[in-house]
């Protein structure tokens, strides 16, 4: 599979040099690709007052830019690039901050709508890439939009809370759209523990055995007294004293049982990581901490040059709030699990996920590995500690989400002694899932 090249040299544009590297290995002769190395543009800031938000307060919030300094070498090489090439293709991540600085490329370096071609793309792998060029669109103009407000929001907030904060609490303290609302809600929570009344409870548990068995211990919780919720908030639990008692004639009792029930129910499936549900496990799972899950998977998105030379993207985007999966990924998927294991753990159909977030924008699928085939075995070789642990994390994930999930049996016993009522719960696994 090629790309339909047309004639003359074409320029594809990206943001990072690792990405630039890998898309190029990809397209070979006849595309140069560049990276604008993120923003090349942002607002004005001049002295203070109005002049330093860089917006127009007065012109229906118009934002005022300027190059990025530092980045005057890097706008010079990429109009250069563009005067040569007969087609530009702007192919920054795809989301809203990747569709701004698409926009400020275009603007910047001065490209009419025929000649600027939009790209983009869930992985990087040949087949999204050449996908990509073949169907560029134009520039979508809502979500550069919503980025600028954004970053509006962003001056106009932090512009104004920022010296507040230097007058009250302390220099160089920075204030923002996010932060702002987030210390808000700490605030609030700290005032609810401060205020929190702490209430005396006692639990009772009693360590049984059959008859029959006196080596096969199991633990019940009395629930009940008189009638009453033994516990937080219950009528006897709430000091030592009335436990005490209860203790005291609980030790004198016989313990009968009064009832038991069983019931199977099955374990809740695994969906496809999104980019929170992804920290979160990174973060349990493997220690690591936000900035540091979504650097190594960075990278695992850009690309990691595997055997004879191939450069690859090995997950999906890694910023979503989608649970979504292409029909070929599942394909692919479901063809895996019924090579490599047994066909109870393969589903009748396909398992399709909703998003539990009403408001997800579901522009990009979930994270997931390129290619299933790349197993976490077969590419560990080519992958430091860190990408090792965290592409094995997101492959066995994705992998489990199409795997029919665990059944149990759960047995509850009711036993009565004295005037009270205890219940001992347990589980056994029927099917691992």
Not at 378 to 405: C, D, G, H, K
């Amino acid at each position: 599979m090629a790309a339909k090249k047309k004639t003359g040299n074409a320029l594809v544009i990206v943001e990072s040099p690792a990405k630039a590297k890998t898309i190029k290995k990809i397209l070979g002769p006849g595309f140069e690709v560049k990276a604008s190395v993120g923003h090349v543009r942002d607002l004005e800031s001049k002295g203070w007052g109005k002049a330093a938000l860089g917006i127009d307060l007065e012109n229906n919030y118009q934002p005022k830019y300027k190059i990025i300094k530092g980045k005057e070498k890097t706008v010079k090489e990429l109009k250069d690039a563009a005067a040569k090439a007969t087609e530009v293709y702007l192919a920054p991540d795809p989301d809203r901050e990747g569709e701004a600085i698409a926009w400020h490329l275009k603007e910047i370096i001065g490209l009419d709508d025929e000649k600027a071609k939009r790209i983009t793309y869930q992985a990087i792998t040949k087949k999204a890439v050449l996908e990509a060029i073949d169907n560029p669109r134009t520039i979508n103009m809502d979500l550069v939009h919503a980025q600028q407000g954004r970053r509006v929001l962003d001056r106009l907030v932090g512009f104004s809370l920022s010296p507040f904060l230097w007058k009250k609490v302390a220099k160089s303290l920075s204030a923002g759209r996010v932060q702002s609302v987030a210390v808000r809600i700490v605030v609030e929570r700290e005032r609810e523990i401060v205020a929190f009344v702490p209430e005396e409870y006692w639990k009772i548990m009693a360590f049984l055995h059959p008859e029959s068995d006196k080596k096969s211990l199991f633990k019940a919780q009395l629930v009940r007294w008189k009638g009453e919720k033994f516990g937080l908030g219950g009528k006897f639990a709430g000091t030592e004293d009335s436990a005490r008692e209860v203790e005291t004639l609980l030790n004198q009792a016989d313990f009968n049982i009064d009832s038991i029930k069983r019931r199977k129910a099955k374990g809740k499936g695994m969906t496809p990581f999104i980019t929170s549900t992804l920290q979160q496990a990174a973060s349990t799972q493997l220690s690591f901490g936000t900035s540091k899950t979504m650097s190594v998977a960075q990278k695992l998105y850009e690309g990691i040059e595997l055997a004879d030379g191939e450069h690859v993207g090995l997950i999906t985007y890694m910023r979503t709030d989608s649970t979504r999966v292409a029909p070929e990924a599942i394909d692919e998927v479901r063809q895996y699990i019924s090579d490599n294991f047994d066909k109870v753990y393969l589903p009748e159909k396909a398992k399709v996920y909703g998003s539990s977030n009403k408001n997800a924008q579901d522009a990009h699928e979930a994270i997931r590995p390129s290619y299933v085939a790349h197993t976490p075995e077969s590419v560990a070789q080519f992958l430091t500690r860190e990408q090792q642990r965290l592409y094995e994390l997101i492959w066995r994930r994705f992998v489990a989400s199409q795997m029919n999930p665990p059944e149990y049996e759960t047995t509850t016993i009711h036993i009565k002694a004295a005037e009270g009522e205890l219940e001992a719960k347990g589980r056994v696994t029927l099917f691992d899932g």
